[in-house]
């Protein structure tokens, strides 16, 4: 049974609500955002030219279309955000024996969601206007001739930031109680309640205030430790290569490409690195991995280091957005085995990750033991069940 005086069911019903409010606020965004966009149509006849003036009555005609596209697709974003965070209530409210991949996917979904919302506020119907071509006789003009921000309604931008925040605010406050223990704890004695009727391991008796946790997440997961050994190896690789190039070019010539490589090598490397080493001390620490907001936090770290992974991918110190420009002849003795090895250290690094993320998940789903501050984990205790 629910232990009500201790953890409040009233906690789950807001951590519940809390998820499924990213379908009002979509609408609510989805319904602002064609308010302004209407009002927009309306203004931009009346709107100061500020370039390409020969480009204005392309703009006019094309704008519609433009925004009415452009906020369809910000409401396929809602759509995928309320079917994610759906689906993460629902696995939530099924209990403890679908509960360690629960804050695990809050985590990967805090920071999926806050990058949506930052590419819906960047790429809004309105001010998003602007970065584009517009061809006129065969000619190319880059940007909306109008200033979008004095065309759209003054009340636009701030509303929109406003709700953006809330929105954003909302949704973190429910994952983090999805993730708090006295949640946890709710989740997993709701579940035990039914197994003590089937004859299965009852959890231990909890006197810490600490939720039981399961036996597989005690054990060290030395794949987690595996991140600071990757960065490690991406760094001695680049420094290799950039070594290599640059004896093979002129060294009088190519001093400051070379300054620009390595300086780009350090910030992959620290980039990887933070990611990295928090995760290795999440997944082998034995106190820390135990806590059911370590997976939330895990759950964050894996997106950052993933998209830490293939931002050092993309610019790496020998890319052409990191040599800009080079006249210096340092580009054109780049090993061509490197971009290839890079990508596929890189990517063994990545499922090296997801596998130990996966362990965890899936060891976690075991008989549920109580933790103490300052004793191992205790083996199960038993409790008998009605005879069959």
Not at 118 to 143: E, Q
Not at 212 to 224: D, E, F, K
Request: proline share 9%.
């Amino acid at each position: 049974m629910i232990d009500t005086a201790r953890t409040s069911p009233r906690q789950v019903r807001i951590t519940i609500a809390l998820l499924w409010s990213v379908v009002p606020h979509g609408l609510a965004v989805t319904v602002l955002n064609g308010v302004a966009l209407v009002m927009t149509d309306r203004r931009l006849p009346h709107a100061p030219v500020t370039q390409n003036a020969e480009a204005v009555p392309v703009a006019l005609r094309e704008y519609a279309g433009f925004a009415w596209g452009r906020t369809a697709l910000i409401g396929l974003f809602f759509v995928a955000a309320a079917l994610a965070f759906g689906l993460l209530a629902r696995a939530a409210r099924r209990g403890a024996r679908r509960w360690p991949a629960v804050p695990l996917l809050a985590g990967v979904l805090a920071v999926l969601h806050m990058i949506g919302l930052v590419l819906v506020a960047g790429l809004n119907p309105v001010t998003g206007y602007g970065p584009r071509l517009f061809p006129v006789n065969g000619a190319l003009f880059s940007g909306a001739p109008f200033d979008m921000a004095a065309a759209a309604p003054p009340w636009y931008l701030p509303a929109l930031a406003a709700l953006l925040v809330l929105g954003w605010a909302g949704q973190l406050a429910g994952l983090i109680l999805l993730a708090r223990p006295a949640t946890v704890r709710w989740y997993t004695r709701k579940e035990t309640a039914g197994e003590a009727a089937g004859d299965t391991a009852a959890p231990a008796e909890d006197t810490t205030g600490e939720p039981a946790v399961p036996a597989g997440r005690t054990r060290a997961i030395p794949l987690m430790a595996l991140g600071p050994v990757f960065v490690a190896v991406v760094t001695a690789f680049n420094h290799t290569a950039i070594r290599l190039t640059e004896n093979a070019a002129d060294p009088a010539l190519v001093e400051h490409v070379v300054s620009a490589a390595r300086t780009a090598m350090f910030v992959d490397s620290a980039f990887l690195g933070v990611p990295a080493v928090a995760l290795a001390i999440l997944g082998t620490h034995p106190r820390l991995r135990t806590r059911p907001g370590a997976l939330l936090t895990s759950g964050v770290l894996t997106v950052l280091y993933l998209l830490a992974l293939v931002v050092a991918q993309v610019y790496n110190p020998l890319s052409t957005g990191v040599l800009t420009d080079d006249q210096s002849g340092f580009s054109e003795h780049i090993p061509p085995w490197y971009l290839p090895a890079l990508t596929i250290i890189q990517s063994i690094a990545a499922l090296v990750h997801l596998a130990a993320l996966a362990e965890l998940v899936t060891r976690a789903r075991g008989p549920l033991i109580a933790r103490s501050p300052s004793c191992p984990p205790s083996t199960t205790s038993r409790r008998p069940g009605p005879r069959r």
